[in-house]
């Protein structure tokens, strides 16, 4: 087996040759977490990551990109590929895997778009006309589309591209509440959503102690379907898609763990993760999840008080 750009081809002679490819593109943007301590500048971005699985003719793509400018980034990027889009996946409901949504369906108004009836709940919650004009837009600001739509509710729990299934895998509380992964079994790859990071600090702000023991139980989850590819949602410009980061993602959330409990104050418990975890990007998310997780101790970074952990803390 090779797998070479994220494509998998059998090459052993009498092995089944798949029907299926897939692809990534990654875009880099500005972390939104305000007033992190100094000493991280150059680490203070994060990126998001689509995936499109396609066969000989047509093509499912999983996840979208926030700004209006990484959408037609994405548009020109599925276009060229030659496939017909035939439906797009959302694995879950934060902004930054599903505000494309209206570009994508103007440019390929066939598609069908989809997600799970928590997950299209929650979304409906995000895209309210208030919410956008309080939160998205002052973080984004010029760059949130102005036609946003939530998915259709997937009736069951499996999408068909060109005669193979993608199933739908529930799991949970990961980043946020309701999340899912895609498994394509015939070629071995799970797109994670946001369960899996790559070199990324992971998102906990949503996240209490019984919630981190749900995100773990995800991570078993994913082992155990045996991938040989694992999409991470946020990662490094060049992602290797490799399975270890599960390991990865599961030793930092229990560091966490261990950090909360060894440390009294959002300094401390940012500071000891940091030591842990030096070089992964997007430092802000685990600034904003520190001052959640230890919320007296809001000294001199910031003079204004803490608000909702949405708030200080969110991935995008």
Request: aromatic share 8%.
């Amino acid at each position: 087996m090779a797998v070479l750009d994220g494509e998998v081809s059998f090459i052993e002679k009498g092995e089944y040759m798949p029907k299926l490819n897939w692809k990534l593109l990654t875009k880099k943007r500005g972390s939104s977490t305000q007033g992190v301590p100094p000493g991280k500048e150059d680490l203070a971005w994060v990126t998001n990551t689509v995936t499109l699985i396609y066969g000989e003719r047509d093509a499912v793509l999983v996840d979208t990109f926030l700004s209006v400018q990484h959408s037609k980034e994405l548009l020109d990027w599925v276009a060229e590929s030659g496939k017909n889009l035939t439906t797009i996946y959302v694995t879950h409901a934060h902004a930054d895997h599903f505000f494309g949504l209206k570009l994508l369906l103007d440019r390929f108004p066939n598609a069908r778009v989809f997600a799970t009836a928590s997950s299209v709940a929650a979304m409906q919650n995000q895209i309210s006309p208030d919410f956008i004009k309080s939160f998205w837009e002052p973080r984004f600001p010029g760059q949130v589309p102005s036609q946003l739509i939530a998915p259709e509710i997937l009736d069951g729990d499996t999408i068909h591209l060109e005669g193979e299934e993608l199933k739908v895998v529930e799991l949970g509380h990961t980043d946020t509440k309701h999340t899912t992964a895609l498994h394509v079994p015939s070629v071995g790859l799970v797109i994670s959503g946001d369960a899996v990071y790559n070199n990324t600090h992971p998102y906990l702000a949503e996240c209490d102690e019984q919630a981190r023991g749900e995100w773990l139980r995800a991570l078993d989850k994913i082992e155990a379907l045996h991938p040989r590819a694992v999409v991470a949602g946020h990662g490094v410009l060049d992602p290797d898609s490799s399975p270890r980061h599960i390991g990865e993602t599961r030793n930092y959330i229990r560091d966490f763990n261990t950090s909360v409990a060894s440390t009294s104050t959002a300094m401390q418990l940012y500071e000891k993760m940091l030591t842990l975890h030096p070089s992964r990007v997007n430092p802000g998310s685990l600034w904003g999840t520190a001052k959640i997780v230890k919320p007296a101790a809001q000294i001199w970074w910031r003079s204004r008080p803490a608000k909702s952990c949405r708030d200080e803390g969110t991935q995008t």
